[in-house]
């Protein structure tokens, strides 16, 4: 029997590091269909706050609390999240040559297309549950966050090699979750 999907879109990241200390963590959701509906939504991490912005509440908490905050990248940040923000989230992504994002007073670029390539595993943990994910990956070299007008310091990390580049910053497509039928708690 195949893994029941229970989400199909595009989550892409960008963490800023500024002094080798994480300045903002953005995970960006285009759901085009999950067990929660579809939408989009920005889940945002900067001075020890967790902001949930969307225009499907149960999605945007969904994302936020069973995926979001156990992600690598969220690893070591306070996760408080206070109620989500009902707002438009605007998202346009490009695997040739970036991303932008708009929600509420949040804006964000990410530019510096490093490589595109596919990725793919049966075992994703999310709060202890193993969960299957396969999405189309795209490291990017660069990307700025702004937060009511104002940049937040920092610059993405990059790593990896030249065959093979990584970075605190990507964008995803084709991204599709398999696992339960309820997500962790």
């Not at 939408?39 to 149960?58: C, D, K, Q």
């Not at 709060?127 to 007008?149: C, T």
């Not at 090699?161 to 696992?179: C, I, N, Y």
Request: net charge negative; aromatic share 8%; charged share 20%.
């Amino acid at each position: 029997m195949s893994p029941q999907v229970i989400l199909v879109g595009a989550n892409p990241f960008v963490r800023l590091f500024d002094d080798g200390e994480v300045t903002v963590a953005a995970s960006v959701w285009i759901v085009d269909w999950s067990l929660r509906g579809r939408g989009n939504v920005l889940v945002l991490w900067h001075a020890g706050r967790v902001r949930v912005i969307g225009e499907n509440p149960e999605l945007a908490a969904w994302v936020s609390d069973d995926f979001t905050r156990h992600f690598p990248e969220a690893e070591g940040l306070d996760w408080n999240r206070g109620e989500v923000e009902n707002a438009a989230v605007t998202i346009d992504i490009d695997l040739a040559s970036g991303m932008s994002v708009s929600a509420a007073d949040v804006t964000i670029e990410a530019s510096g297309v490093l490589d595109v390539r596919g990725f793919a595993t049966d075992s994703f943990d999310l709060g202890g549950r193993p969960h299957g994910l396969s999405l189309v990956l795209a490291p990017v070299a660069e990307a700025q966050v702004h937060i009511g007008g104002k940049p937040v310091p920092g610059t993405v990390r990059r790593e990896g090699t030249p065959e093979r580049p990584s970075a605190s910053a990507f964008l995803t497509a084709a991204e599709v979750w398999t696992g339960p039928g309820t997500a962790p708690a």
